[in-house]
């Protein structure tokens, strides 16, 4: 049976229905892994949380950055009148509220020992060993859930901290366990996340890198799986035992799928127009 990570959806339902159909014939699919953003920016944001959540079991998703911002959209008066239009139909569904609960719900980082992969939306902050991103990850996962999401969503927001402290309290920690799983593409020599650049490796200011390149990077030798950054240069970083793939959806790009379980991973992806690449 076959395991199938798929990249950043942004709303483009169409493409995600041509790679759901194409890797199904193929026959044999025991999961799909979501790597995150299945909304905004794209057409039909309504109709991939529908195709999503209608996967059941066979889907795992975790939170990526726009997703969480759909929360915390949904969650203020006039959230129709505030949303950009790509969210709209989406807001006004007679099913909105049970779809944006099965979403809030989601964990933010999935792990499976024998498969040998952990699924993140953006990445593992230097420090963190993959148990110790779970741990936390598990912090912000029980404060979503909780009674008291409705705060949680409205000071979760924001570049700071930027280092990761164990002492950190409160809001500066969610928001630090946020920013890390959810947002972070590069970081500074120390390990502190900049979230200020998103653009190519190669244009990058000196001495920012990528999170995946850092030399302490306490998660290096995981198989690791993530979305969230269409600027990157490539899919495939086997020698740092990562792979990125959002190949643009978002930006009239291909959607792709990582199959894990074959060796090495292989990618299949659509491109706007249908059909197999």
């Not at 741990?135 to 598990?138: F, I, K, R, S, V």
């Not at 990528?210 to 306490?218: D, E, M």
């Given at each position: 049976?076959?395991?199938?990570?798929?990249?950043?959806?942004?709303?483009?339902d169409?493409?995600?229905?041509?790679?759901?159909?194409?890797?199904?014939?193929?026959?044999?699919?025991?999961?799909?892994?979501?790597?995150g953003?299945?909304v905004?920016r794209?057409?039909?944001?309504?109709?991939?949380?529908?195709?999503?959540?209608?996967?059941?079991?066979?889907?795992?998703?975790?939170?990526g950055?726009?997703?969480?911002?759909?929360?915390?959209?949904?969650?203020?008066?006039?959230?129709?009148?505030?949303?950009?239009?790509?969210?709209?139909?989406?807001?006004?569904?007679h099913?909105?509220?049970e779809?944006?609960?099965?979403?809030?719900?989601r964990?933010?980082i999935?792990?499976?020992?024998?498969?040998?992969?952990?699924?993140?939306?953006?990445?593992?902050?230097?420090?963190?060993?993959?148990d110790?991103a779970i741990?936390?990850?598990?912090e912000?996962?029980?404060?979503?859930?909780?009674?008291?999401?409705?705060?949680?969503?409205t000071?979760?927001?924001?570049?700071t901290?930027?280092?990761?402290?164990?002492?950190?309290?409160?809001?500066?920690?969610l928001?630090?366990?946020?920013?890390?799983?959810?947002?972070?593409?590069?970081?500074?020599?120390?390990?502190?996340l900049?979230?200020?650049?998103?653009?190519?490796i190669?244009?990058?200011?000196?001495?920012l890198?990528?999170?995946?390149?850092?030399?302490?990077?306490?998660?290096?030798c995981?198989?690791?799986?993530?979305?969230?950054w269409?600027?990157?240069?490539?899919?495939?970083?086997?020698?740092?035992?990562?792979?990125?793939?959002?190949?643009?959806?978002?930006?009239?790009?291909?959607?792709s799928?990582l199959?894990?379980?074959?060796?090495p991973p292989v990618?299949t992806?659509?491109?706007?127009?249908?059909?197999?690449?």
């Open positions: 049976m076959s395991t199938y990570a798929i990249g950043d959806v942004h709303g483009a169409h493409l995600l229905r041509d790679l759901l159909n194409t890797l199904d014939a193929r026959g044999n699919v025991d999961a799909f892994w979501f790597v953003d299945l905004n794209g057409p039909d944001s309504l109709g991939v949380l529908r195709r999503v959540r209608a996967l059941g079991d066979r889907a795992v998703t975790v939170l950055n726009h997703d969480l911002s759909l929360l915390s959209l949904a969650d203020q008066p006039d959230a129709i009148g505030r949303a950009p239009e790509s969210l709209k139909p989406l807001l006004r569904a099913d909105c509220a779809l944006l609960d099965w979403l809030r719900h964990p933010l999935h792990r499976d020992t024998q498969l040998g992969w952990t699924m993140v939306h953006a990445g593992i902050p230097t420090a963190w060993s993959v110790e741990d936390h990850a598990g912000l996962e029980q404060a979503l859930r909780g009674a008291e999401h409705h705060q949680l969503l000071h979760l927001f924001g570049n901290p930027s280092r990761w402290k164990p002492s950190l309290t409160g809001m500066k920690r928001r630090f366990i946020a920013n890390a799983l959810t947002r972070q593409r590069f970081v500074t020599v120390t390990g502190a900049d979230m200020e650049y998103k653009k190519t190669a244009n990058a200011p000196k001495p890198m990528p999170w995946f390149l850092h030399p302490q990077r306490a998660s290096a995981e198989h690791i799986v993530f979305g969230h269409s600027a990157l240069e490539h899919v495939e970083w086997p020698e740092h035992h990562v792979w990125g793939i959002d190949t643009g959806a978002a930006w009239n790009g291909t959607l799928a199959q894990l379980d074959a060796q990618l992806s659509v491109p706007p127009l249908g059909g197999e690449q």
